[in-house]
């Protein structure tokens, strides 16, 4: 009999938030099942393994990461939609490092899986933001490609200190946002 209280969600959100404290590589069930006060096997009346754990919280994350670059760049264009986009993703990798890591390479089981519609809303929003910019039909993959590839570089190194010079990460980001601007403006 499953605990009172103990759901799917509930286990889904306290992995994330153990994630987030203590890197990805850091959630284990037995922490997981500590943290909610519970025995490790009763995690499994709620997931199949660790693996499934995973896919789960990565299907939160892009869900979470969906949601906040989609209300971010609400009746926004041009320059100012790609500084949004941007300013919402590196924020929520920021709020988010370890359950945002569970997105990267995470397979998808199909369509339907939560993690495939989430990553389509996301990808969704950024090719949005790209059609201001006029990217032809046939290079949109590689803007988006490109784009999430600055965004994700730079979110990720800022999330793990790995900006350990003088200049400012703020400046930096600004200057990144208009590189990328200037670059998709000359398309």
């Known amino acids: 009999m499953p605990r009172a209280g103990l759901d799917t969600a509930t286990v ?5 938030a153990l994630a987030d404290e203590a ?21 499994y009346k709620h997931v199949d393994s660790l693996a499934d754990l995973t896919h789960r919280v990565a299907a939160l994350a892009a869900t979470e990461a969906a949601d906040e670059v989609r209300e ?10 790609l500084d949004a986009l941007a300013r919402a993703m590196r924020d929520y990798v920021l ?22 519609v989430a990553g389509d809303r996301l990808i969704g929003s950024m090719a ?3 059609r201001g910019y006029r990217i032809p039909t046939a290079e949109m993959d590689h803007a988006l490609r490109t784009l999430r590839s600055l965004l994700h570089g730079f979110a990720t190194l800022q999330a793990s200190n ?7 990460a703020e400046e930096s980001f600004a200057w990144l946002i208009e590189f990328a601007h200037r670059g998709l403006s000359s398309s």
Not at 12 to 16: H, K, M, Q, S, Y
């Open 95 to 116: 709020k988010h490092p370890g359950r945002y890591a569970s997105t990267t390479g995470e397979p998808v089981t199909g369509p339907e899986d939560p993690l495939a």
């Open 128 to 130: 949005a933001v790209l």
């Open 162 to 168: 790995g900006f350990q010079w003088d200049a400012d």
């Open 72 to 81: 971010a760049i609400g009746g926004l264009a041009g320059r100012e939609a």
């Open 12 to 16: 889904v959100a306290a992995a994330a």
């Open 23 to 43: 890197g990805l590589a850091g959630v284990t069930m037995g922490l997981v099942a500590e943290r909610l006060g519970v025995r490790t096997p009763s995690l």
